[in-house]
């Protein structure tokens, strides 16, 4: 009978299968299951409204992000803060708009 020896090998797949576990724990309801609808916050919706509204316009919109922008608020905002505020906002921006195309594509599945 021969005898499994278990090296080095064996403990760092061991090792990443555990962490590609805790990677998909970490990740958000959204990113899991991609056609869940999630329930948004006051400010997210008001953001999710806006995306609509911006993605369903007939013109070409060049830049999203600064019609997103809520100005008052970015204006009281340091250099490294309105930075992140952008990239933060981006972020948002991105899956919003992956709701809305996620949302029109059940729609025109659905047949409404």
């Known amino acids: 009978m021969r005898r499994k020896i278990k090296g080095k090998l064996y403990y760092l797949a061991r090792d990443a299968k555990s962490r590609m576990r ?59 803060a309105k930075q992140k505020y952008i990239f933060d906002l981006t972020e948002k921006y991105k899956e919003l708009k992956t709701r809305f195309e996620r949302e029109q594509q059940e729609n025109i599945a659905v047949g409404i």
Do not use: H, M, W
């Open 22 to 80: 805790n990677y998909n724990k970490g990740k958000s309801f959204f990113e899991q299951l991609p056609y869940a609808k999630l329930s948004l916050g006051v400010q997210e919706q008001e953001l999710y409204e806006r995306v609509k509204r911006l993605l369903t316009r007939d013109e070409i919109v060049i830049n999203p992000i600064q019609e997103l922008i809520d100005k008052k608020y970015y204006s009281t905002l340091s250099g490294d």
